[in-house]
C-alpha cells in the first residue's frame, strides 16, 4: 500500500482522506488497469480518491457510442457528483492504468466533512469546473502516456520510437523511454515516472509478452508497430487492456522502408491488428517523426473541405497558401467535391499535379454532361467513374500516406457514411454522388449519395479524430440560387452558348437543395474549428465547370488572410486553448 501522497496535490481533500485512512475509516485497494471502479446506475454510496495510476470517466448516451469525457488524476476524486446528489452514477469510471484507491462512504465522508469547511469548498468548485469542462468537452485532457509494442518479429522497435521522442525533446518537452527493465515495477513507480516527465513512452519488443501486458495497463494510447512492407503475422503479437480496445485507444503505426513510393497491404494490418487510426513511418523520413511527434504533442494540423461543387475550386487555392505558408497538413478530410481536393493531398499530388489534375478532371470538360434518361439521374455518371478511375486508381484508403476520410451520406441507414477503409475511388464516388444530378453509389447493399446531404462540412469529424488544431474550408454559404439562376433558357441559345454542358436549370436546383444545411449544422461545424476560412464565392455558380482560376484564387485570397489574423503558430493554437 502506498503509504504517503507525494506528488499530488496537497489539499483539504487529500488531507482527510489521509486521516480518515490513518483512523481506519478510508478503505484502500488497489484497482488493475481495465477494470471499472463503479458503471453508470450504480448507487452512489462512496466517493473516492486516486492515490497513484489514472482513471477515465465515460457516458454513453441513448443511440451513440460511449464517449471519453474525461481523466482522473492522483489526487482527485472520482464519484463525487452523484454521491453528494444522492444519485446514481451517470458515467462508467475505469482504471486507464494499474491504479490505487482509496474509498470513503458518504456517510464517513460528511461526517468529517463537518470538520473542514474547506473540504466542501474544494468539492463545488471541482464539480463546477468539471461541468464547465463536460459542456465544451475540453475535459478529456492530452495523452502523455503511450505504449509502442511490436505487432510481429522483424527487429528491434525501439531504435524508431527514440527517434519520436528526441523530435519531441527538441520541440522542448521532457520525455523518458521506458522497456522491459520495469516490468516488476511498483504502481506507485509508475505514478512517479509519469509526474516526472511531461510524456512517457513504454516500449515493449517481440517476444517480452509479460511486459506487454503491464503496458497494456498503463497508457494512456497504444500503438502496435508493424512492418508495413510484409503481411501481418497470422498470429500478430496483441496485448491490451480491453479498455483501450473498446474505446478505441489502440492505434497502428506501420513501419515502412526507406524510399517507398506507396505503402500496400495496410488494409489487412488494420484488421489482424483491430487498430483504430493508422499512421505510416519511413526509416529515413525527418518529415514522417516530425509528424508523429506533432501526433503525440497535440500539435497535428487537420484540414477539412467542405463540399460545393465548383465552387470547391476554392480549396486549390487553399492549398496553395497553406503550402506557402509552410503549414504542415497531418490529417486530411472532407465531403464531396472538398472530399476529392482533399484526396489529391493525400495521395502526395504536388500543388502543380493537383492543379493539372483537376483541370483535367473537371475544366476541360464537363463531368456531368453523359445526360440521361432521367430515371434514376439526369446523368449516368460514367464520365465521373472513369476520371476518378483515371486519377486515383486502385489506391486504398488506408495506403495514403496521411490519414484520409470522406463523408457520403447513406440513404439505407439514414444517417452519414464514414469512409475510411476500401478503394479511395469507391468513397468518392459515394461522396460526390449528388441526388438526382448523378447515380447513387452501392456500397455492401448500402444506397450512398453525396456527403453533403448529411454533413456538408464535416469538421466535428476531424475534431474527434485528432487532438491537435482543425483548419476548415467552408465554401457552403456563399450566395446562391435567385430567380434567374432557374429562368427556362431559349433552347437554342442554351445549346449553341455551350451551356447545356452545366446541365438544366434542374441541375443547379437540386445541387443547391442537396448541400443546403441548417444554420445550427453550419455553426456547430465552424465551431469545431481553429482557423476557419471562407472564400467569397458568390460570384461563382455552382455548377460552373470552367471557374476553376476565379475559384482557386477566392481560396488563395481567404486563406492568406485567415492566417494573417493568427498571433502564433497554427501547430500551437489547440494546445494554447487547451492550457487557457
Known sequence: MVGSFNQRRDTALTRLFERERLAGDARWFSLPGGSTLFDAGDPADEIYLVQAGKLGAFRKEEGQERQFIGVIRPGEPAGEMAMIAGTPHSSRVVALRDSEILALSREDFFAAADHDPMVMNEVARLMIMRARQGASRASTGDPCVFGFTAADRRGKIRPLIAKIARAMAEMGHSITLV???????????????????????????????????????????????????????????????????????????????????????????????????????????????????????GRSVGLVLSGGGARAYAHVGALRALMEAEIPVDFLGGASMGAVVAAGLAMGWSQEETERRIRAAFVDSSPLDDIAFPLIALTHGRKVNSRLAEHFGDVEIPDLWLPFFCISSNLTAGGYQLHQRGRLRDALRASIALPGVMPPSFLAGEVLVDGAVMKNFPADIMRSLQLGPVIGVDVTRGRSLNALDIQMPHFLRWLWSGDWRKGPPIVALLMRAATLSTNRDVIAAREATDVLVLPNVDHIDIRDWKAFDTGAESGYVATVAALAKLTRPVTELRRAKISN
Open 179 to 297: 522497456g522491459s527493465e520495469a516490468a516488476s515495477a511498483p504502481t506507485e513507480w509508475f505514478s512517479n515516472v509519469e509526474g516526472d516527465h511531461e510524456y512517457v513512452f513504454y516500449v515493449a519488443e517481440a517476444g517480452e509478452t509479460a511486459w506487454k501486458t503491464v503496458v497494456g495497463r498503463q497508457v494512456d494510447r497504444l500503438f502496435r508497430v508493424g512492418h508495413g512492407d510484409r503481411p501481418p503475422p497470422e498470429r500478430p503479437e496483441l496485448h491490451a487492456a480491453d479498455t483501450l480496445q473498446e474505446q478505441q485507444l489502440v492505434d497502428l503505426l506501420l513501419i515502412q522502408p526507406a524510399h517507398l513510393t506507396r505503402p500496400s497491404g495496410s488494409e489487412a494490418w488494420l484488421n489482424a491488428t483491430g487498430a483504430t487510426r493508422l499512421f505510416h513511418m519511413r526509416t529515413d523520413s525527418v518529415a514522417e517523426t516530425e509528424r508523429m511527434a506533432r501526433l503525440l504533442t
